[in-house]
Nanobody, 127 residues
């Protein structure tokens, strides 16, 4: 059974940092794109960041560009999201996702193109 488990969320003051982790089990995703999405209360799930299978191609939402960094550790089957200079508007449940396509050059930027999802981790940024 494939599982994606996020961790690292919590409560932080504005300007602070958090590092989210997403550990995959049940299969390896070393040849697959991985992404992060978030959903704030009353809002639709939105794209945050994604990287292709090699990690060489990364994409970010304009709202987080320059503050968030996606990376992956293939040996640990884990993807990370380093979040710096956090703002109250970053408050949301953060989800990691994995694509089943093999070695696609560009990672998906749309949620329905991902095949596997974690349960999410809450990030709350206080002002």
């Amino acid at each position: 059974q494939v599982q994606l488990v996020e961790s690292g969320g919590g409560l932080v003051q504005a300007g602070g940092s958090l590092r989210l982790s997403c550990a995959a089990s049940g299969r390896t995703f070393s040849s697959n794109a991985m992404g992060w999405f978030r959903q704030a209360p009353g809002k639709e799930r939105e794209f945050v960041a994604a990287c292709n299978w090699s990690g060489a191609n990364t994409y970010y939402a304009d709202s987080v560009k320059g503050r968030f960094t996606i990376s992956r550790d293939k040996a640990k089957n884990t993807v990370f999201l380093q979040m710096d200079s956090l703002k109250p508007e970053d408050t949301a449940v953060y989800y990691c996702a994995a694509d089943s396509a093999y070695r696609s050059y560009y990672p998906p930027l749309i949620s329905h193109e991902y095949d596997y999802w974690g349960q999410g981790t809450q990030v709350t940024v206080s002002s």
